[in-house]
């Protein structure tokens, strides 16, 4: 190379292939470098540079454009040897560390690319000099925009131009219409080829629930892995992780985060910082510039939390858990950013009701029967906390409740009971309850009537708009009783019929406002 009045000699002792590496800017922006050229390569032309789209791209109607950043002036292909001279336009050049006397100096000592150091100094160096050329109104030397034939694939024709190392621009589509725009370094070799790598940040959040939803007091812990991203041609890159959920949801601040399998510390001398006061009910997380110069691009990052159900879940009302990444998307802006579409987790607690009626008399509801609800299979009575009493008209309504979810509420874990009682009504509501099969136990019959069951309850996994009513008769005292034993009632659910187990248990379908 050629740079003010010293020539610097490249020499190779074999041809070198292209590296291509990867940046973010509308979703991804990509930078590839290839080495000089290889034994053979002509030095009078013709060039050409073919940028070949990834299957998740179309180059359909975007532009692409050459910056010439050194002239070849003489090549020796007996010794394999190359001399450059910087081009005019980027003589003033001056981004590089001040060690070296050139452009062309600060270049030889990036090889080779392989080494991870070297690798994120051209990704800077790349963007640098994309930035350079926006702000002194540099001209490309050849400017192509792509067609529709051109989709996958288009070619920028440098002859007129001459050997030499260049910058490449352009963008493209991916399948939702966002832009990825693309800066490389090249240097020319005839009819040579690059294949732009798009990894725009995504967020493949998962969470540790089943399809059985969820009960008041549980914790859902959430997982969002993610990987470093590119940022070649960056000097500060944002990557900023938010979270936030819904209000049946208490978020417990506790995040972890490792990368590379490693967990890494918080705070402005560690891998990120996290504020959790900015956003409601959630988090957003910063990582700092030092992990994108510690971590090779790909680099796995795993970001953990959790959150307990509380007792303002509500039953098909969904508990959600939102993130997306906000990240660069310009190296020549600091303040140019973009947004992964959010990952939302769904999960859902089930409510059911009661009616305690006399036997064969559904408009004698009966207040005063009791209670208690066991998980089959558990002989753990399951405790609840009544936020509405009930009257001769409406329901009694119970939460499912914990310590820990009365605490958080700012209630007397002492105001938690194991009994449901029926107000004047007859009518029980329950909710934050998981889907799955209950027994129900009736402790307590009303005046003058016999206590039934133990009765078993199956909650469904059916999302909509109604509410499983589970009508429970009593007998009077003293009347006839099915000789069956205590093996109790199964009561089944069937989306748009009605099932009846025995006669003293009958499961009806209701609008769920007669739960509310």
Request: glycine share 8%.
């Amino acid at each position: 190379m050629v740079y003010g009045n010293k020539k610097l000699k490249l020499r190779r002792k074999r041809k070198m292939k292209k590296k291509v590496f990867a940046l973010v800017v509308a979703l991804t922006m990509l930078l590839a470098l290839a080495l000089p050229i290889g034994a053979g390569a002509s030095t009078s032309g013709p060039f050409k540079i073919t940028i070949n789209a990834p299957s998740s791209l179309s180059l359909e109607g975007q532009t692409f454009d050459a910056y010439k950043i050194f002239d070849l002036v003489s090549y020796d292909p007996a010794t394999n040897e190359y001399a450059y001279v910087i081009a005019p336009a980027f003589a003033s050049f001056s981004s590089f560390p001040a060690t070296y006397s050139s452009l062309a100096e600060y270049l030889e000592a990036l090889i080779p690319t392989s080494n991870q150091a070297n690798q994120t100094a051209i990704d800077i160096l790349a963007g640098a000099l994309y930035q350079y050329a926006q702000a002194n109104n540099i001209l490309p030397v050849a400017s192509e925009t792509a067609t529709a034939a051109e989709a996958d694939s288009i070619t920028l024709d440098v002859t007129a131009a001459g050997a030499g190392y260049y910058m490449i621009y352009g963008s493209g589509e991916d399948a939702e219409g966002d832009m990825i725009a693309a800066v490389m370094l090249n240097t020319t070799n005839p009819d040579i080829d690059i294949t732009l790598k798009a990894d725009a940040p995504t967020v493949p959040k998962v969470s540790d629930t089943t399809s059985s939803g969820v009960s008041v007091g549980d914790t859902i812990t959430y997982t969002i892995p993610l990987t470093v991203p590119n940022r070649a041609g960056y000097t500060d890159y944002t990557f900023n992780v938010i979270d936030q959920m819904s209000y049946g949801l208490t978020f417990n601040k506790n995040v972890v985060v490792t990368v590379a399998g490693v967990p890494v510390a918080s705070g402005t001398s560690g891998a990120y910082t996290i504020d959790y006061d900015s956003i409601d009910n959630g988090f957003e997380l910063s990582f700092n510039w030092s992990v994108f110069q510690t971590y090779a691009t790909g680099a796995p990052i795993v970001v953990t939390y959790s959150a307990l159900v509380n007792q303002d879940a509500e039953a098909f009302d969904p508990l959600t858990n939102s993130a997306y990444v906000k990240y660069s998307n310009d190296p020549a802006s600091r303040t140019s950013f973009k947004e992964t579409p959010p990952t939302i987790i769904e999960d859902d607690t089930y409510d059911f009701e009661i009616y305690k009626h006399a036997k064969g008399s559904t408009e004698t509801s009966l207040g005063g029967a009791e209670f208690e609800l066991y998980a089959t299979g558990s002989s753990i009575k399951i405790l609840f906390y009544l936020y509405e009493a009930g009257d001769d008209d409406t329901p009694a309504k119970y939460t499912v409740a914990t310590a820990e979810t009365m605490i958080e509420a700012g209630l007397d874990p002492d105001d938690m009971t194991d009994k449901l009682i029926t107000p004047g009504s007859g009518k029980i509501y329950v909710k934050g309850v998981a889907a799955g099969t209950y027994s129900l136990v009736e402790t307590k019959a009303p005046d003058a009537y016999a206590i039934g069951g133990p009765f078993e309850i199956l909650i469904p996994e059916v999302k909509g708009t109604v509410v499983p009513v589970f009508d429970i008769e009593n007998t009077p005292a003293g009347g006839l009783f099915p000789d069956t034993g205590g093996i109790g009632t199964t009561i089944f659910y069937i989306v748009g019929g009605l099932v009846m187990a025995g006669a003293v248990v009958t499961l009806v379908i209701r609008k769920r406002v007669t739960a509310k």
